[in-house]
T-cell receptor, first 111, second 115 residues
C-alpha cells in the first residue's frame, strides 16, 4: 500500500536556526513528489515538484531534495513568516494523478 | 489570475440534512480533485474528474457522497443524510491536466460542521 510518513510532527525553531523536515515514502512507481505549505484556515499552497532521485529544487529559504526512499525540506535561516504546516505528497503509478499526503509537519519559528 | 474558488467557506447543518459544496477551478484546468481534511487524518483523496467524467471515485467514503462536474468547469460535491463523522474541511484542487508531475492548486476549502 502506498504510504507517506512525515517527521517530526511539530518543530519549534528560533529565527535563523536552520533545520530539515523529513518525508519518507513507500509507493509503487513514484511519478512525482510534492511539497506544499498550508497556513491556518487556508488551502495548501504548492511549493515544489521532484521527479527523480538526486533532484533538488530551491525557493528563497527552502530547498527540497529527493532520494529513492525519502525527501527533505531544508529551511535555511528561517523567519517567523515561515511558520506553517508543511505537507508532503506523492503521485503513484495510477493514471489519475491523485495525491497521497503525509500528516504534515507544523513549524513554528520564534523571533 | 483567479485561483480555485470554493463556496460556502463555512457550513453548519443538522445531522440528516443534505449539503452541496461548490468548486470553481482555475480557468483552463481540465483535471479537478476533491479531498477531505479531518483532524488527525490528514488530507484524503475523494474523487477525480477529467473533463466531466469521473474515472476515479475510489476515495468516496460511502454512497451518501456523490459529485458531478458540468461544462468541464464547476463541480459540486453532495453529501446526503449527513452524519457527524462527515465534519471536516472539504478541499478542491485543479491542475492543467492529470499528467504526472502536474501541480494541483487548492482552494481554501469548505469547513463543514454537522451538529
Amino acid at each position: 500500500e502506498d504510504q507517506v510518513t512525515q517527521s517530526p510532527e511539530a518543530l519549534r525553531l528560533q529565527e535563523g536556526e536552520s533545520s530539515s523536515l523529513n518525508c519518507s515514502y513507500t509507493v509503487s512507481g513514484l511519478r512525482g513528489l510534492f511539497w506544499y505549505r498550508q497556513d491556518p484556515g487556508k488551502g495548501p499552497e504548492f511549493l515544489f515538484t521532484l521527479y527523480s532521485a538526486g533532484e533538488e529544487k530551491e525557493k528563497e529559504r527552502l530547498k527540497a531534495t529527493l532520494t529513492k526512499k525519502e525527501s527533505f525540506l531544508h529551511i535555511t535561516a528561517p523567519k517567523p513568516e515561515d511558520s506553517a504546516t508543511y505537507l508532503c505528497a506523492v503521485q503513484a503509478g495510477s493514471n489519475t494523478g491523485k495525491l497521497i499526503f503525509g500528516q504534515g509537519t507544523t513549524l513554528q519559528v520564534k523571533p | 489570475g483567479a485561483g480555485v474558488s470554493q463556496s460556502p467557506s463555512n457550513k453548519v447543518t443538522e445531522k440528516g440534512k443534505d449539503v452541496e459544496l461548490r468548486c470553481d477551478p482555475i480557468s483552463g484546468h481540465t483535471a479537478l480533485y476533491w479531498y477531505r481534511q479531518s483532524l488527525g487524518q490528514g488530507l484524503e483523496f475523494l474523487i477525480y474528474f477529467q473533463g466531466n467524467s469521473a474515472p476515479d471515485k475510489s476515495g468516496l467514503p460511502s454512497d451518501r457522497f456523490s459529485a458531478e462536474r458540468t461544462g468541464g468547469s464547476v463541480s459540486t460535491l453532495t453529501i446526503q443524510r449527513t452524519q457527524q463523522e462527515d465534519s471536516a474541511v472539504y478541499l478542491c484542487a485543479s491542475s492543467l491536466a492529470a499528467g504526472f508531475g502536474q501541480p494541483q492548486h487548492f482552494g481554501d476549502g469548505t469547513r463543514l460542521s454537522i451538529l
